[in-house]
């Protein structure tokens, strides 16, 4: 007669595998990553065991509740006050001593808790051996050891979820015993608090909370559960009592549980760095890996884009005569073919093989553990901008997409770096502009090279767009850091965890999935409708002229300003709801006056461009803009979610596009000044 | 007072390879609380361990994992010779 659903949250470290984990129990595919600040909000999934449904909830990794950044609050607020029917908390079992820290505070919150002890292999490796039952005692709670991205643990993670929860194990967890006067102090507090709280362990989490009064956790206990701030009694010295005190027991624990037994067994983790983030090769090798991944990545998907594209003309014109011989209007027959199906084919040929290449090769980076390390090596560049290092990775995010990036900034403690980054985050060129940066420079700059000198230079044309970019965003961070947004400098701790053996064929596997489900989504998502949209655009006619052309020809004068034309700037702003569809826009609005040539081969591209005027000034000033323009409409709503406030969105919006302009006007009024001179 | 006999000086002070110990931190609030939950208590051992591209930040041992902090950070913890 027992319930037969259940909530269990999962809490844990950065880069503990608690991702995996979660992903292995619910058969999601939530994209694990070693560093911090992946999990950037509650997830959510779903496991079935033994005819019980369990709600899993995977909280952001963190290394405490209490030391107060955004992603820790939403993790102790989840805990404190939506109350999980149990925790699992699971630890780097190479890292035990620090990851206890977060376990014993999760455990005076609740006791129903289960420690997973992950990357037990990796421990192995380093000769580190865990003893789960003396771990088990001395925590008063069940530990089960795991390697999870073998699989291994996770059943028995689950039988324990289950005798947890269906048949409610006892846990035997002893209470942290502080000091005399703060036991005295937190008492009185319980006292007066008790009644407002779900449970006895709560109320005095909370108590000590109060003791330690934490500005924003009072404001969050007065929203939640309405005690007020004066309930507590408070000493400057409380908070480092309390602190230590939790480190010291995490000593004890891991001291009597860990054992050694090669002192070194870091050592090559430290042979790994010395070479990463030294000063002579640390930032050559930084610029060589992105530059290898980006060559790979233009080589490799040339043929599959090719391919792609002429597998899909096939079957557009198997549509198009399909539709024909049924006695399909010619209009109708025009909007499926050359307007819905001719764009989300575009996208998928042109997006999908670069993607499906370059993320699984920057997720073997990441799963190695070297995006930290790009932190670290980059940290005195964005410290001279008045930044964090961390934005790094918000940056690194932002390549996969702007939005995640934005939303992955919550990784920054200081609300003013985090601002920063937020506003910063569309500089990087996101998944939907990759591509089409891929495709200016190959027909534009190294078209006239032969293999495999041409993609040589474009893999360096494309590093050369990403380092600008860098620039930019550090340029623009100086800029907001010394005027807008000036704060204090906040402190910077960045942890560069162990190396790991990235699981190659795993790692490929699961991301070419994911990208090519997130690239088909976004075709049939963003690509169908606006596919019908500009096809109506183009083919509405008022007098002798398209809307089309209409809107094109108004903007024409102004765009040329910037060394741009009217359709390059119409197809940035109707494809403001993404960026993938710019350059189908491009396309079809050049093609919409003529009759549609096809635009499957790289060498038509560029004479269709050439054509409508295009001069390799043109392509710079593109290039430049798919960089730095605002930022797509999901971008602008994430921002605003994050920010909650209009007036950072419109800044968002505003700076990157003026970056833009400005660099488009530079670039193309000093080279008609070259061209007059010279010529 | 047991450790007047020792000399303090700063975490940034150390030089790569040269283990401390942790003596006291001159932070505050939420600062030093970040401080604490690094396990940066009266009495831990840090080593430091790496040094970035630029000098700035460090990484360093602590408690079993590697934590880069920057100068002016590191100089918030006191610290003295094993």
Redo the contacts between chains.
């Keep these: 007669m027992g319930r037969n659903e259940f909530t269990v949250a999962f809490a844990g470290n950065p880069n503990v595998g608690k991702s995996t984990v979660f992903n292995n129990l619910t058969g999601l595919n939530q994209h694990t990553g070693n560093w911090s600040g992946k999990t950037v909000s509650n997830a959510f999934g779903c496991m079935s065991y033994k005819n019980i449904t369990y709600t899993l909830v995977d909280l952001p990794g963190t290394?405490?509740l209490?030391?107060?950044s955004k992603e820790e609050a939403v993790a102790r607020d989840y805990l404190c006050f939506q109350s999980p029917d149990m925790v699992v908390a699971v630890v780097d079992a190479?890292?035990?001593?620090?990851n206890l820290?977060l376990v014993l505070q999760i455990l005076e919150i609740t006791s129903r808790v289960i420690v997973c002890v992950n990357l037990l292999d990796e421990a192995q490796k380093k000769s580190i051996s865990v003893d789960l039952k003396e771990l088990s005692r001395r925590l008063g709670v069940p530990v089960v050891g795991s390697s999870a991205r073998s699989g291994r643990g996770m059943s028995e993670l689950k039988e324990m979820i289950y005798n947890m929860t269906v048949n409610e194990r006892k846990t035997y967890v002893d209470k942290i015993i502080y000091s005399p006067e703060i036991e005295e102090e937190a008492e009185k507090i319980f006292e007066k608090i008790r009644q407002k709280c779900k449970s006895d362990r709560i109320a005095r989490f909370l108590s000590l909370r109060l003791l330690e009064n934490?500005e924003e956790f009072n404001k969050s206990l007065e929203k939640s559960i309405g005690i007020s701030v004066e309930a507590g009694v408070h000493k400057k010295e409380y908070?480092?009592m309390i602190?230590?005190e939790i480190?010291?027991t995490?000593?004890r624990i891991f001291l009597s549980a860990v054992s050694f037994k090669n002192s070194e067994y870091?050592k090559r983790?430290?042979k790994i760095?010395?070479i990463l983030?030294?000063?002579s090769t640390?930032?050559p090798i930084m610029l060589l890996l992105f530059g290898v991944i980006f060559w790979i990545t233009i080589v490799g998907a040339n043929y599959p884009s090719q391919w792609l594209s002429s597998l899909f003309e096939s079957v557009n014109q198997f549509v198009r005569d399909t539709l024909t011989n049924i006695g399909t209007d010619n209009m109708l027959v025009s909007v499926i073919c050359d307007g819905i199906l001719k764009t989300t084919f575009w996208v998928i040929s042109v997006m999908l093989p670069p993607m499906a290449i370059f993320f699984p090769l920057f997720t073997i980076l990441e799963d190695f553990g070297y995006l930290p390390r790009i932190a670290?090596?980059l940290?005195?560049?964005f410290?001279r901008s008045g930044t964090h290092?961390k934005q790094a990775l918000t940056m690194c995010m932002g390549f996969g997409c702007n939005a995640c990036g934005v939303t992955g900034c919550r990784i920054i403690?200081s609300p003013k770096e985090r601002l920063i980054a937020i506003i910063t985050n569309a500089l990087v060129p996101c998944n939907g502009r990759f591509p089409s940066l891929i495709t200016l420079i190959s027909i534009f700059f190294s078209a006239s090279l032969v293999f495999p000198f041409n993609s040589i230079l474009s893999a360096l044309l494309l590093l050369s767009v990403i380092v600008l970019s860098v620039f930019a965003t550090l340029g623009l961070s100086k800029l907001l850091s010394s005027t807008v947004l000036k704060s204090e400098?906040?402190?910077?701790?960045?942890?560069?965890?162990?190396y790991r053996a990235p699981q190659i064929g795993r790692v490929i596997v699961h991301s070419v999935k994911d990208r090519i489900i997130f690239v088909l989504w976004r075709a049939v998502a963003v690509a169908v409708p606006a596919g019908l949209i500009i096809w109506l655009l183009a083919n509405i006619y008022i007098g002798d002229s398209s809307l089309l052309n209409y809107f094109t020809s108004s903007i024409d004068g102004f765009a040329r300003i910037f060394g741009l034309d009217g359709v390059i700037l119409a197809a940035f702003i109707l494809g403001f709801p993404a960026n993938e569809i710019v350059m189908p826009i491009m396309i079809m609005a050049y093609t919409s006056n003529s009759s549609l040539m096809e635009y499957d081969s790289l060498t038509q591209l560029h004479a269709l461009f050439t054509t409508n005027g295009w001069t390799v000034v043109t392509a710079i000033c593109v290039l430049i803009f798919f960089l730095f323009h605002f930022p797509c409409s999901t971008t602008c709503i994430t921002i605003y979610k994050e920010t909650k406030s209009i007036k950072w969105t419109m800044l968002a919006f505003i700076l990157p596009t003026i970056l833009g302009l400005t660099a488009c006007f530079l670039i193309s009024n000093i080279s008609r000044l070259i061209f007059m001179l010279a010529g | 007072m047991m450790y007047l006999d020792k000399e303090l000086s700063l975490l940034n002070s150390l030089n790569i390879g040269e283990k401390c110990v942790v003596r006291g931190l001159t932070s505050e609030g939420k600062e030093r609380r970040r401080m604490l939950d690094l396990g940066l208590i009266r009495n831990t051992t840090v080593e430091a361990a790496l040094r970035s591209p630029s000098g700035d930040p460090v990484a360093y041992y602590i408690r079993g994992a590697l934590i880069a902090l920057r100068s002016e950070d590191a100089a918030k913890v006191q610290v003295s010779a094993l």
């Design positions: 290394y405490s209490l030391s107060g190479t890292c035990i001593e620090r820290n934490d908070k480092d602190a230590e480190i010291k995490a000593e870091n983790d430290r760095d010395r983030t030294s000063k640390g930032i670290f090596n940290d005195k560049y410290k290092g403690d400098r906040s402190s910077f701790t960045l942890e560069l965890p162990p």
